[in-house]
């Protein structure tokens, strides 16, 4: 098995990222005279460097592709990413793996770029394995309590207005293994069963609304879906009627993938991945939750007192850095940038604090816009190593004042036996050498 070789060499391509504002503010004439004369002498300054041009063969000898004849236009097929970028994958974790069918691929997040996940590299989660359904016999049901229970095909559903909203999806278990303290090499291991994307499709309340449904008696919502693993999840009307969970056919401007679902998929906002139930086809309005079988058995967190906490659903706050991450290595002392994502099921992210000395100090690191609701966001900092052994961090904090907390912090309250839902913060450890590696401080 290899882990991910390092994508610094990227960090060479994108020198308007390296802006410290900071530095702005301090620069003799202000703003701008830094950005006149003094932004290529601070980054020198900072030990970021670009090659010497002298006698490089890549800039003396022209190559092919700038004399000969490009390859011809694609005119079919469905595009694919350049060949260099083979080992950009998704993976399964070593020792984690039981069954082919019950398994999960993580998203190399150490490898991607602001906050979308492209379909291909989306995290997989699948409990009786993934199917490529006919779209023209999936049929959607809506039953309970509605006056006229209904039937949809996908042609219908497609008729009616849709949405489109980006948002993140991650598995309650995501980071579990540390629960165990296994410290899996990758941010791929510990925290990939999170992906993000632009999901299109139609609010349930529309659906419900046009079944007559009893909006004062129907209270929780049956979803089920059509594979073997009769995945059944309660969802709370309170997050329906606010028009966020969607019946959704599309991820990413395209129809969604089979691993993700295809044709069909609930998407809940904010809450554990379990409850977006792919290749959806029923839907039933009840007055109490369900309390089905991954309700009862699994998704339920095992809290000190030996007494399990049920229905823990919100994803809560929670941040990792990407890059420098565990399994990369540092090439030099010098300027890096530090970035991550962060998100938050309960809202948007409010801010993001990196800290480079074990969590020690704090620095508070730059949200790339858009900072949307149940979202991933963006983050990145500034940075210079000194070459010696340094811990970072990140801590995000979302716009209710929940604080992201430190792993002592999450144990003190949730003991050390669950598996679900840890939000705590992630330590990668540089070495003297520039490897980074996933360290877990008490
Ligand atoms: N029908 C069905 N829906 C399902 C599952 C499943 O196995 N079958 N897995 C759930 C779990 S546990 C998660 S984390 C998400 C994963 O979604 P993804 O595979 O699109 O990443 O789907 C959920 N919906
Ligand atoms: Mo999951």
Same mark, same amino acid.
């Given at each position: 098995m290899?882990?991910?070789?390092?994508?610094?060499? !990227?960090?060479?391509?994108?020198?308007?990222?390296?802006?410290?504002?900071?530095?702005?503010?301090?620069?003799?004439?202000?703003?701008?005279?830094?950005?006149?004369?003094?932004?290529?002498?601070?980054?020198?300054?900072?030990?970021?460097?670009?090659?010497?041009?002298?006698?490089d063969?890549?800039? /003396?000898?022209?190559?092919?592709?700038?004399?000969?004849?490009?390859?011809?236009?694609?005119?079919?097929?469905?595009?694919k990413?350049s060949?260099?970028?083979?080992?950009v994958?998704?993976?399964?974790?070593?020792?984690?793996?039981?069954?082919?069918?019950?398994?999960?691929?993580?998203?190399?997040?150490?490898?991607?770029?602001?906050?979308?996940? #492209?379909?291909?590299?989306?995290?997989?989660?699948?409990?009786?394995?993934?199917?490529?359904?006919? #779209?023209?016999?999936?049929?959607?049901? /809506?039953?309970?309590?509605?006056?006229?229970?209904?039937?949809?095909?996908?042609?219908?559903?497609?008729?009616?207005?849709?949405?489109?909203?980006?948002?993140?999806?991650?598995?309650?278990?995501?980071?579990?293994?540390?629960?165990g303290?296994?410290?899996?090499?990758?941010?791929q291991?510990?925290?990939?069963?999170?992906?993000?994307?632009?999901?299109?499709?139609?609010?349930?309340?529309?659906l419900?609304e046009?079944?007559?449904?009893?909006?004062?008696?129907?209270?929780?919502?049956l979803a089920?879906?059509?594979?073997?693993s009769?995945?059944? !999840?309660?969802?709370?009307m309170?997050?329906? /009627?606010?028009?966020?969970?969607?019946?959704?056919?599309?991820?990413?401007?395209?129809?969604?993938?089979p691993?993700?679902?295809y #044709?069909?998929?609930?998407?809940?906002?904010?809450?554990?991945?379990?409850?977006?139930?792919?290749?959806?086809?029923?839907?039933e309005?009840?007055?109490?939750?369900?309390?089905?079988?991954?309700?009862?058995?699994?998704?339920?967190?095992?809290?000190?007192d030996?007494?399990?906490?049920?229905?823990?659903?919100?994803?809560?706050?929670?941040?990792?850095?990407?890059?420098p991450?565990?399994?990369?290595?540092?090439?030099?002392?010098?300027?890096?940038?530090?970035?991550?994502?962060?998100?938050?099921?309960r809202?948007?992210?409010?801010?993001?604090?990196?800290?480079?000395?074990?969590?020690?100090?704090?620095?508070?690191?730059?949200?790339?816009?858009?900072?949307?609701?149940?979202?991933?966001?963006r983050?990145?900092?500034?940075?210079v190593?000194?070459?010696q052994?340094?811990?970072?961090?990140?801590?995000?904090?979302?716009?209710?004042?929940?604080?992201?907390?430190?792993?002592?912090?999450?144990?003190e309250?949730?003991?050390t036996?669950?598996?679900?839902?840890?939000?705590?913060?992630?330590?990668? /450890?540089?070495?003297?050498?520039?490897?980074?590696?996933?360290?877990?401080?008490?």
């Amino acid at each position: 098995m290899s882990f991910d070789a390092t994508r610094l060499g !990227r960090l060479a391509r994108a020198p308007e990222n390296f802006i410290d504002t900071r530095a702005l503010a301090q620069a003799p004439g202000g703003r701008r005279g830094f950005i006149r004369g003094a932004f290529a002498a601070a980054l020198v300054a900072t030990g970021a460097r670009a090659m010497a041009a002298d006698g490089d063969p890549n800039i /003396l000898q022209l190559p092919e592709h700038s004399t000969g004849l490009g390859n011809p236009v694609a005119q079919e097929g469905y595009g694919k990413p350049s060949k260099y970028e083979a080992n950009v994958q998704r993976r399964q974790s070593p020792g984690l793996t039981q069954t082919k069918q019950a398994s999960v691929s993580f998203a190399p997040l150490q490898s991607m770029f602001g906050i979308v996940t #492209p379909s291909g590299l989306h995290f997989e989660r699948h409990h009786q394995g993934w199917w490529d359904i006919d #779209p023209s016999k999936h049929r959607l049901m /809506l039953n309970g309590l509605v006056r006229r229970p209904m039937v949809f095909t996908m042609d219908e559903l497609m008729r009616l207005p849709a949405v489109s909203r980006f948002h993140f999806i991650e598995c309650g278990a995501n980071t579990g293994m540390e629960w165990g303290n296994v410290a899996v090499p990758t941010c791929q291991y510990t925290h990939g069963m999170l992906s993000c994307s632009e999901f299109t499709g139609v609010p349930l309340i529309t659906l419900l609304e046009m079944a007559g449904a009893d909006l004062k008696a129907g209270k929780f919502v049956l979803a089920e879906g059509a594979d073997g693993s009769s995945m059944t !999840r309660t969802i709370p009307m309170s997050l329906i /009627l606010s028009g966020e969970v969607l019946v959704a056919y599309g991820q990413n401007g395209e129809m969604l993938r089979p691993e993700n679902g295809y #044709p069909l998929r609930l998407v809940v906002p904010g809450i554990q991945g379990v409850s977006w139930i792919k290749y959806l086809r029923r839907i039933e309005l009840g007055d109490k939750p369900y309390g089905t079988k991954d309700e009862v058995l699994h998704y339920v967190d095992l809290m000190p007192d030996g007494t399990h906490r049920q229905y823990s659903g919100i994803q809560e706050c929670k941040s990792v850095v990407t890059t420098p991450s565990g399994g990369q290595t540092l090439l030099d002392k010098g300027f890096y940038s530090i970035t991550g994502l962060a998100w938050s099921g309960r809202g948007k992210v409010k801010r993001v604090d990196v800290s480079v000395d074990g969590g020690r100090n704090w620095r508070t690191a730059r949200l790339e816009s858009p900072v949307l609701g149940k979202c991933l966001t963006r983050f990145s900092m500034d940075w210079v190593w000194n070459g010696q052994p340094t811990v970072i961090q990140s801590r995000a904090i979302d716009d209710t004042g929940y604080v992201q907390p430190t792993r002592a912090q999450l144990r003190e309250v949730r003991g050390t036996r669950s598996i679900y839902h840890n939000n705590a913060i992630q330590s990668w /450890l540089v070495e003297p050498g520039g490897e980074v590696k996933n360290v877990q401080l008490t």
